[in-house]
């Protein structure tokens, strides 16, 4: 078995990493390092935890402790998708850099021109950036990248997915020809098999893994979840998910939940914090400093449930996370491997547990033909816990609570015709009564007019039958007085 000490890297380097407790390097920095030192082009390609940053940082700084850097002219460059695995790369320098001489910067979004201004004008040996902003500071005339000797792109499939391949091209273009490229990637897209075809000049090719396959130590599960009812699945599949951590015990030491899209993200964050659960967002909308802070309280241990969009899904290196919970199935089937990903490194066994809903099916297949197996079934812990006879009428009266008084309206407008159609069944056999129905209909008239008058109400002895001829006299006398007044 190799062993670091045997991949000719500096002694200061090798004392680095001995202090870190590593002794032999995973398949992908056996595979890398030889043929960086050497020189060439690297393309690597290996599934996520495998140790792929340490497979670039620890030729670079092998090979740039000779040199010195001048002012806005970075010897090397590094390129991450995101803001928080450009971070980690900064760490790893710092780590395996630590008897060695060099000087570093790091270039990403959300934090002051004026600090990252000052340190280029010092003059950096390792440039750490995302591509928008080492564009903006290019554009601005702050950076000249024509010193560039090593030049790292890191998680190129990810840069595909973010959209930042025209970036990655454009930066390209702008560094020297001759400068030394390591290319490392997951899986290996059409487009991004074109750009390094373009841009790579027989490089060594190091393929530790089967593209896109998920590692053998992580535990898969799907639960397959179908809401009672359309407008209560949100709230039901929050519910499942609380069932799902709780099921988990003290296995569960920390976690990261997935989701789609950043309003989720929140949404679900709030939700487990409302029912007492350890639990913080990260998405790409939050400012900088809350989102270091939040990643720095996970990797402490003080946050035992990070809730993610897919910008975490890349470069979180915590060695200890024990559980994966896709809140969503990923809408690409790759993405599934890299959130899977962030449980079971280091060798350290993990488990990934996926809410699926039937809109998801779809997705779902197309996983299980990407890593080429299928993801076994869990069973539901609501359904478990809760016997059908004792959940059935509960969303039985719920659905039936909202259109009631439309039910109830009905049966109104149903009864009144059959009042109505019982009247003349009883009156028509008895003709006779029809002027004491009259009448009586006419009491209180003739009451109130009779008040109106200043009289006492008395009965007047005709009996009114209708208006026209037979109108009574004392009602003909009233308008005729009203008229005359």
């Keep these: 078995?190799?062993?670091?000490?045997?991949?000719?890297?500096?002694?200061?380097?090798?004392?680095?990493?001995?202090?870190?407790?590593?002794?032999?390097?995973?398949?992908?920095?056996?595979?890398?390092?030889?043929?960086?030192?050497?020189?060439?082009?690297?393309?690597?390609?290996?599934?996520?935890?495998?140790?792929?940053?340490?497979s670039f940082t620890l030729p670079m700084i092998t090979m740039l402790a000779r040199g010195r850097a001048r002012a806005r002219m970075p010897r090397s460059l590094v390129l991450c998708p995101t803001r928080e695995l450009a971070a980690q790369v900064a760490e790893n320098f710092d780590t395996y850099a630590k008897h060695v001489k060099l000087t570093k910067a790091l270039l990403i979004g959300g934090v002051s021109f004026?600090?990252?201004?000052?340190?280029?004008?010092?003059?950096?040996?390792?440039?750490?950036?995302?591509?928008?902003?080492?564009?903006?500071?290019?554009?601005?005339?702050?950076?000249?990248?024509?010193?560039?000797?090593?030049?790292?792109?890191?998680?190129?499939?990810?840069?595909?997915?973010?959209?930042?391949?025209?970036?990655?091209?454009?930066?390209?273009?702008i560094t020297p020809f001759t400068k030394q490229t390591l290319f490392f990637s997951a899986t290996m897209a059409p487009e991004i098999e074109r750009i390094t075809n373009t841009f790579l000049s027989n490089p060594a090719r190091i393929e530790v893994a089967r593209q896109a396959t998920a590692a053998e130590n992580i535990e898969q599960g799907v639960v397959m979840f179908k809401p009672s009812r359309r407008d209560r699945a949100a709230t039901e599949k929050r519910k499942l998910l609380r069932a799902l951590i709780d099921a988990e015990g003290e296995k569960l030491t920390n976690g990261i939940i997935f989701c789609n899209r950043k309003m989720d993200v929140d949404t679900v964050a709030k939700s487990l914090k409302k029912y007492g659960y350890d639990a913080a967002p990260i998405h790409g909308d939050l400012d900088q400093s809350q989102r270091t802070r939040t990643l720095e309280g996970f990797r402490n241990g003080d946050l035992r449930l990070l809730i993610a969009s897919d910008v975490a899904a890349r470069g979180l290196d915590i060695p200890s996370v024990s559980h994966v919970f896709n809140f969503d199935v990923p809408g690409h089937a790759e993405d599934y491997i890299h959130r899977i990903g962030r449980t079971g490194r280091a060798g350290r066994d993990g488990k990934a547990i996926m809410i699926c809903e039937p809109r998801d099916e779809k997705n779902l297949a197309a996983i299980e033909t990407l890593i080429k197996k299928p993801i076994p079934r869990l069973d539901n812990p609501l359904t478990q816990s809760t016997p059908a006879s004792q959940s059935a009428p509960a969303p039985t009266s719920e659905d039936q609570a909202p259109p009631a008084p439309e039910s109830r309206k009905k049966e109104r407008s149903r009864k009144k015709p059959v009042r109505r159609e019982e009247k003349p069944r009883d009156t028509a056999p008895r003709p006779e009564t029809q002027p004491e129905k009259a009448e009586a209909s006419q009491k209180p008239d003739n009451k109130q007019s009779d008040r109106n008058q200043g009289g006492r109400g008395r009965k007047s002895d005709k009996k009114v039958v209708g208006m026209g001829d037979h109108m009574p006299g004392f009602i003909a006398r009233s308008f005729s007085d009203r008229s005359s007044d």
């Design 114 to 173: 004026g600090e990252q201004n000052k340190l280029i004008d010092r003059g950096v040996d390792v440039l750490i950036a995302t591509p928008g902003r080492l564009l903006d500071h290019f554009e601005r005339g702050k950076l000249l990248l024509n010193g560039v000797q090593i030049m790292v792109v890191d998680e190129a499939d990810r840069m595909l997915d973010m959209g930042f391949i025209p970036d990655i091209e454009r930066i390209f273009s």
């Design 1 to 54: 078995m190799t062993k670091f000490s045997e991949l000719k890297l500096a002694p200061k380097v090798l004392k680095a990493v001995e202090d870190t407790g590593y002794e032999t390097p995973t398949p992908i920095q056996a595979g890398a390092i030889p043929p960086a030192l050497e020189g060439r082009d690297v393309l690597g390609i290996a599934q996520t935890g495998t140790g792929k940053t340490a």
